[in-house]
């Protein structure tokens, strides 16, 4: 069953294409990794589902709904949520109150702040944060300010999580950690996740399908041993000239 739907969707930004006539779908229960070099349109992509911006052509649908040109707000209380690859957390707040901001103003806009507390108290015991739950947030290693930015995106009770280099500048025993962190989340939740990620290896073993970007364009799409032969993927990242440099 598809959840999320994305149908020949192009977005300009003056004379550049940032994204050109993309189409793939997202079904429930998914982990899918989006892969591309630097400028491929990853980020873009995430940006339009979200709601951040619009698309000049194509529809996004959820639930098979359109949701291309709703508010932000509105796509996120629809079940759609975000993890950002340039972390910002409030930095004069707990990261307790950081993950508290998701449960009043998410999808559930609870009321009571004895609830929002302690579904957030939740939220950081199952990223694995709970002896910082009241320290600032900007006292937070890198490794714990990607998942604080994780459980932000999870205090507004998604259905479909978007999930953009959360594992950039790891080491590879924080990654290997990162990595059964969102394996227990995905399955735990009933989580439909779509990953972002230049760490490869973390792709393939974490994706059984994995969609390639290249120029804005789809490149390729399949299972990582499908994604690991394709000749057209291994030109775009080992090539010469124009191609490798993207």
Not at 58 to 79: A, E, N
Not at 178 to 203: N, P
């Amino acid at each position: 069953m598809i959840l999320l739907e994305v149908r020949s969707v192009t977005k300009r930004f003056g004379g550049v294409v940032a994204v050109d006539n993309v189409s793939f779908s997202v079904g429930v229960g998914e982990i899918l990794g989006l892969m591309g070099a630097n400028g491929a349109g990853k980020t873009t992509m995430f940006s339009l589902i979200a709601g951040n911006q619009r698309p000049d052509d194509g529809s996004i649908l959820l639930d098979g709904v359109p949701i291309h040109g709703m508010r932000p707000d509105i796509i996120s209380r629809r079940g759609i949520s975000r993890a950002f690859q340039i972390v910002r957390p409030f930095a004069g707040m707990s990261v307790l109150e950081n993950v508290m901001v998701g449960e009043l103003f998410g999808a559930r806009q609870e009321k009571s702040t004895t609830i929002a507390e302690a579904r957030a108290r939740d939220i950081i015991g199952e990223v694995g944060l709970s002896d910082r739950a009241d320290d600032f947030a900007d006292s937070l290693t890198l490794a714990g300010r990607k998942r604080l930015e994780i459980a932000r995106a999870l205090a507004t009770n998604p259905k479909f999580l978007m999930l953009d280099e959360v594992m950039a500048g790891l080491t590879p025993t924080e990654v290997a950690e990162a990595v059964a962190m969102i394996r227990k989340l995905q399955s735990e939740r009933d989580l439909t996740v779509v990953i972002i990620e230049h760490v490869m290896g973390v792709l393939m073993d974490l994706c059984p399908r994995i969609v390639v970007l290249h120029h804005g364009g789809v490149l390729a799409e399949g299972t990582p041993a499908e994604i690991s032969q394709d000749a057209r993927v291994i030109e775009a990242y080992l090539g010469t000239g124009r191609d490798s440099a993207a």
